[in-house]
C-alpha cells in the first residue's frame, strides 16, 4: 500500500519530442507528489509537484497531470532537449504541511537523441 | 550559499570495517533523511530524523546506525555486518512547516566495499 509504480524504467525521445513517464499508487492518504531530478553522480533535486486537488499544473516545458480517481500521475516533458537527459523519479507523501518520509518509484532513465 | 554537503565524495571499504559517512545542512531545516540508491532501485530510505536526539529505522535500517546530536549533523555509519553496502549513498533534509519544496539532497558519497 505504501508503493508508487513507475513506469518505464528507461525511455528514448526524439529531440524535440514529448517525453511521458507514468506513475501509479495505492495509498489514497498520498497528498504531495513530488517529481525528481537526477543526473549521473548528483543527487535529486525537485523538479515539480502537484497536490491531488487540481489535475494538472505546468511549468515552462514539464507538465504533471494527475488522476485522483485512478490514482495515477504521470510527468510530460514537451519540445524535450538533450539536455533533459537524466534519471527521473516520481514520488509521494501522506503529507503536505509537516515533515514525513517521501516514497520514491523506481526512476526513469530518459535519454534525448539530437 | 545553502545547501547540504555529503562527505567523502567517494569512499572504500574493506571487509569486517566500519565507515562513517558525513552529511552537514546550513538550511536550517528540522528533519533530514539518507537514502540507498542501487541501479534499477531508486531510493529506499535508510533512516530518518525529524528533531534533534531522535530517529527512527527506515525501510533497509539493518547494519547501518546514525544519530542526530545537531541539527545540521546526521552521519550515517555503515557497519560491518551490512553485508552488501557497495551504493551511492544520498542525505536529504526538509523543513517540517513547509513541504511545498520537498527534499533537498546532498551530492551523494559512492562506498565501495574493496
Known amino acids: 500500500q505504501q508503493q508508487v509504480k513507475q513506469s518505464p524504467q528507461s525511455l528514448i525521445v526524439q529531440k524535440g519530442g514529448i517525453s511521458i513517464i507514468n506513475c501509479a499508487y495505492e495509498?489514497?492518504?498520498?497528498?504531495?507528489f513530488p517529481w525528481y531530478q537526477q543526473f549521473p553522480g548528483k543527487g535529486p533535486a525537485l523538479l515539480i509537484a502537484?497536490?491531488?486537488?487540481?489535475s494538472e499544473k505546468k511549468e515552462g516545458r514539464f507538465t504533471i497531470s494527475f488522476n485522483k480517481s485512478a490514482k495515477q500521475f504521470s510527468l510530460h516533458i514537451m519540445d524535450s532537449q538533450p539536455g533533459d537527459s537524466a534519471t527521473y523519479f516520481c514520488?509521494?507523501?501522506?503529507?503536505?504541511?509537516?515533515?514525513?518520509?517521501?516514497?520514491f518509484g523506481s526512476g526513469t532513465r530518459l535519454s534525448i537523441r539530437p | 550559499d545553502g545547501g547540504i554537503t555529503q562527505s567523502p565524495k567517494y569512499l572504500f571499504r574493506k571487509e569486517g570495517q566500519n565507515v562513517t559517512l558525513s552529511c552537514e545542512q546550513n538550511?536550517?531545516?528540522?528533519?533530514m533523511y539518507w537514502y540507498r540508491q542501487d541501479p534499477g532501485q531508486g531510493l529506499r530510505l535508510i533512516y530518518y530524523?525529524?528533531?534533534?536526539?531522535?530517529?527512527q529505522k527506515g525501510d533497509i535500517a539493518e547494519g547501518y546506525s546514525v544519530s542526530r546530536e545537531k541539527k545540521e549533523s546526521f552521519p550515517l555509519t555503515v557497519t560491518s555486518a551490512q553485508k552488501n553496502p557497495t551504493a551511492f549513498y544520498l542525505c536529504?533534509?526538509?523543513?517540517?512547516?513547509?513541504?511545498?519544496?520537498?527534499?533537498?539532497f546532498g551530492s551523494g558519497t559512492r562506498l565501495t566495499v574493496v
Open positions: 530524523s525529524q528533531i534533534v536526539n531522535d530517529f
Open positions: 536529504a533534509s526538509s523543513q517540517s512547516r513547509d513541504r511545498g519544496h520537498g527534499y533537498t
Open positions: 502537484i497536490r491531488p486537488d487540481v
Open positions: 495509498n489514497t492518504a498520498f497528498d504531495y
Open positions: 538550511l536550517n531545516h528540522d528533519a
Open positions: 514520488a509521494a507523501s501522506p503529507s503536505w504541511s509537516s515533515a514525513s518520509k517521501i516514497i
